[in-house]
């Protein structure tokens, strides 16, 4: 029998460019009651052909499954799984909290923004860097402030997925290079994604194309959303990208068009196909005829 699923960021540019320091305590985490799942009553239009191996794809509204293929697989998700990391920094509260970045925040690779040691931040302004440009460096100064350590904050994560009905998914680290016993499935991601969604601060962080990132030196970095879907489809308003040799090419995305939203979950996809695997099933998931 399937849990329910569960929804999911907005931030203005110049909030994710130049944060301003603030002692006032950031709202609580929105309220969400998960709806029940709904039965299809009139038959969809076939899905389209896909390439990738773990697919999904869920009405954001009504957590009705419209497609699924290997939905319950486990395996590694990459960068995907910093859309947990971002729901547990932000239900610590106080995102506009400033903090000192770490010489141990900076020890990861291969995808970093460039934060130094001594340089100071808020909790907002990098969950944008972290969410736009997924970056491991970010992730890990975050998960510290959290937490305290990385373990740490991984038994946070874990505790944060049983909360919403992710059991089967096993987070080790915040930002998913590969790591012997860490997985997750594409129906646990799309679980974490309306969760993410259901946050408008989030929403609004991954539908950012583009903004310059202002360090605390004073330099600026461009900063270009990996979601390339984004610059695809109008109606494509997020959520996160990941790859790893472990995990293949993933992508999850979202998307609003009259009146409906759907969220795709494309897991161990290539190069050459998760752009069009996650076009196709965002099309016909919302474009499809309003009976359906």
Known sequence: MRLPLIPLFAISLPLLACAQTSKTPSPPSEAYTPP???????????????????VIVVDYNTGRVLYEKNADAQCAVASTQKLMTALCVWDTGNIQKRFTITKKDTWVEPTKLGILPGQVYTRRVLLGALLVKSGNDVA???????????????????????????????FLNPHGLTTKGQYSTARDMSICARAAYANSTFRGIMNTRDYYFKFSNGTTKHLTNTNK??????????????????????????????????????????TA????????????????????
């Open 36 to 54: 029940a799942i709904k039965v299809a009553t009139i038959p969809l239009k076939p899905a389209p052909v896909v390439a990738a191996p773990r």
């Open 140 to 170: 890990r100064a975050l998960a510290r402030d959290n937490a305290g350590s990385e373990a740490t904050f991984a038994t946070v994560m874990n505790a944060k997925a049983r909360s919403l009905g992710m059991n089967n998914s096993n």
């Open 229 to 270: 879907v984004l610059k695809r489809l109008k109606y494509c308003n997020g959520m996160k990208t990941g790859t790893t040799r472990a995990s293949g090419r993933c992508l999850i995305s979202s998307g609003e068009l009259n009146g409906r939203t759907a969220i795709v979950v494309v897991l161990g996809a290539t």
């Open 273 to 292: 196909t998760v752009w069009n695997d996650s076009e196709k099933l965002l099309r016909w998931a919302l474009e499809r005829p309003a009976s359906q």
